[in-house]
């Protein structure tokens, strides 16, 4: 779900295609695809810390972690950025230069952040470097902290994630890209892995996540319907906390087992949203190369969307077929 939030969010930004009144008056909502990005931070730090956890005392924590991460994340990314590199940048007009070391290396995020914002096709891969040094760092906070205290880390993490985005924009710098500045939405979810080894579990905090999912996402959508777009910097300090929280409350629901069959968790166990998720890293790699070439198309608005769409799905399905899967298998080396 949070890929296909992105997708809708960026063909609505990008697309160049002729639009017709329902989808322009779409168009206005699909501002809240943004926040994609913070529900896969908050989905990632509860995965990896729940699988932290578990392994914390294992032989080989660090090589099997690291050497798994790297397996399904280092072929697709320098994979795609060689093919973008070589192949796919010359037909993007691109204002600058920009070295290719920022993408080789993991700095995508911090050469927007204090270089340039210029956009550029893998300009997304912003997020995937935010992602890489959580994946660096994350492992070894598990490591060295005792578990019981692991919940205190986390909202540590989260209240100084809010202090650099204010002490950035003081400064005058961009917070949207920076590490330090999106680290809300791993706190929220490593806090939310911690609940879950507790006495009780999630299910003992059913309550409290509820509140956290109608308050939270209560103030995000009241301060987005009063603020957006007005050029509020001081609003950038609290709305990622804010959407961070909220993701927290939803997946903690969704996550929470029940003896009474979880509505809200079936949702997601359809097989469309399931098919999706299985390609959902790809999804993200390839969607804005493919609505650039899909805008090269001379299609109306639908047309254009339900082209991109499919293209999407289909260069992510046969990379996952034909090239992910077959590298992934080599996690069982790994155990």
């Known amino acids: 779900m949070a890929a296909i939030m992105i997708m809708v969010f960026h063909w609505f930004q990008r697309s160049t295609a002729p639009r017709g009144a329902f989808l322009e008056s779409a168009g206005k909502f699909a501002t809240i695809g943004q926040t994609g990005v913070d529900l896969f931070f908050v989905l990632s730090g509860f995965l990896i810390t729940r699988i932290l956890l578990r392994s914390r005392s294992s032989r080989n924590y660090f090589r099997n972690f690291y050497a798994r991460r790297a397996l399904r994340i280092f072929p697709l990314y320098y994979g795609f950025v060689i093919v973008w590199l070589l192949i796919l940048s010359s037909s993007y007009h691109m204002v600058e230069h920009v070295s290719p070391w920022w ?17 550029i096709g893998l300009s997304h891969f912003w997020s995937l470097a935010v992602e890489e040094h959580f994946y660096l760092v994350w492992p070894v906070v598990i490591y ?30 961009e917070v949207f890209f920076f590490t330090p500045c999106r680290l809300d939405g791993f706190a ?30 209560g103030i995000a959508v009241l301060c987005w319907v009063l603020a957006s777009g007005r050029g509020f910097k001081e609003m950038m300090t609290v709305k990622f906390s804010l959407v961070a929280l909220a993701y927290g409350g939803l997946l903690g629901l969704v996550a929470c087992p029940s003896r009474i069959p979880n509505r809200l968790a079936s949702l997601w166990m359809n097989r469309p949203l399931r098919w999706c998720g299985k390609v959902s890293y790809g999804l993200y790699v390839f969607h804005p190369s493919c609505y650039h070439y899909t805008n090269m198309l001379p299609l109306n608005d639908w047309s254009n969307l339900l082209v991109f769409f499919v293209s999407s799905g289909l260069v992510s399905w046969l990379s996952f077929r034909c090239f992910e899967s077959r590298i992934t298998a080599l996690k069982r080396l790994f155990v």
Not at 103 to 119: K, Q
Not at 151 to 165: E, F
Not at 206 to 214: D, E, G, K, P, S
């Open 188 to 217: 929220v979810g490593a806090f939310l892995a911690w609940l879950e080894f507790r006495p009780g579990g999630l299910a003992a905090c059913r309550h409290q996540m509820l509140v956290a999912l109608a308050v939270f996402g």
């Open 144 to 173: 060295l902290v005792a578990p019981q205290r692991l919940g205190w880390v986390a909202l540590a993490v989260l209240l100084v994630s809010i202090l650099t985005r204010e002490c950035m924009i003081r400064a005058g710098y």
């Open 103 to 119: 993408l080789l290396l993991y700095a995508e995020n911090i050469r927007l952040t204090f270089v340039s914002s210029t956009m």
